[in-house]
């Protein structure tokens, strides 16, 4: 049995005191945690190795739902998965973010998990999510401990792979975070969250927090969805996520349009050419095809997680296909 290491809890009863404690810790030294589904496992393999957990479970201002989808909503990042998959404005105005959190994990772990943290969680990768001993006998790896990227032996980076379900829909539907810090409050689109390393993953300071997420109005003509391809139905992190917005007029043409490709890179990627290649048409099947190879293209999954790399690029152009189909109300395939 892994057990956790020795650790101080720190039990903030504002979001500014919980500012001020995480701010007197260096960083790695002190954590933020909520949900703890994603932190405490990473400790038992000694992944991460806080002296110092500034927990945020208790802070009721982070668990909050306002607005109304047709004006806009800001969900707490302290609202659990299984809330935000439940809410009534979020189910009717923003399906595909309703889909994305029903289809984290089990719903134990929904029940704990908070939305911030899946925006949050960690990169993954077959040679780091493994216990002390597993990554000892290989000599560790460059996100921990180690000195080469087992996954690319000559590069400098790490290649571990963004595993959230939520963030490819978040920056599909072009939301912000509200991020709030030692220096005061700032707002960034969630696309802005992110890094392409799979190290230095977030674009935040260790010292913020993210408290709320911002959704604009749910507009007329704006339809979604989003698909997770994983080996289970169950429990495990994506090996592909699809996250599809598309804004259509009365005319039936596609004014715009988002692609979001998850788990094939160490941040969410924006497929902007095959949105482009959306723009200004209807959804025949020949302009799905086209808009499902531009976001096939970029796509770079290496063997990293679950199952084959040639296959995993595969799905990507198979299921960004298939969104775009049931999009158009058209069968899966031709």
């Known amino acids: 049995m892994l057990r956790l290491p020795p650790f101080t809890y720190l039990a903030p009863r504002s979001l500014d005191e919980a500012v001020d404690m995480i701010a007197a810790q260096e960083p790695g030294d002190g954590m933020l945690v909520a949900g703890g589904t994603d932190v405490y496992p990473n400790m038992k393999r000694q992944q991460y190795e806080p002296k110092t957990l500034v927990g945020l479970r208790q802070l009721g201002e982070l668990r909050t739902l306002t607005g109304k989808a047709r004006h806009g909503l800001s969900i707490g990042a302290g609202m659990t998965l299984t809330q935000v998959s439940e809410q009534r404005e979020i189910v009717t105005g923003y399906p595909a973010l309703a889909t994305a959190a029903s289809l984290v994990s089990t719903p134990q772990l929904r029940n704990m998990g908070t939305l911030g943290g899946n925006l949050c969680v960690d990169t993954r990768c077959n040679y780091y999510n493994q216990t002390y001993w597993w990554r000892e006998a290989i000599g560790f790896c460059l996100k921990k401990d180690g000195d080469i990227c087992w996954v690319a032996p000559g590069s400098s980076r790490c290649w571990a792979v963004s595993s959230s379900d939520t963030a ?99 941040a969410p990627l ?28 970029p796509a770079k999954p290496l063997d990293n997680t679950d199952l084959t790399l040639s296959y995993r690029k595969k799905m990507v152009r198979v299921h960004v296909a298939r969104v775009l189909r049931q999009l158009a109300g058209l069968p899966d395939t031709p």
């Open 168 to 266: 490819p829909v978040l920056i599909a539907l072009k939301a912000q975070v509200r991020l709030i810090g030692p220096a005061g409050e700032r707002t960034v689109p969630v696309h802005d969250l992110y890094c392409d390393d799979g190290m230095r993953y977030l674009g935040k300071r260790h010292d913020e927090i993210v408290t709320h997420i911002l959704l604009p109005p749910a507009a007329a003509g704006l339809v979604m969805r989003y698909v997770k391809i994983r080996r289970r139905g169950a429990f495990d992190f994506p090996i592909l996520g699809v996250a599809v917005a598309l804004w259509i007029d009365d005319a039936g043409l596609c004014t715009e349009a988002r692609v979001v490709l998850g788990a094939v890179a160490s």
């Open 270 to 297: 924006l497929a902007s050419r095959a949105a482009a290649v959306l723009v200004g048409q209807r959804l025949t099947p020949e302009v799905i095809d086209a808009a499902a190879q531009a976001a096939f293209q």
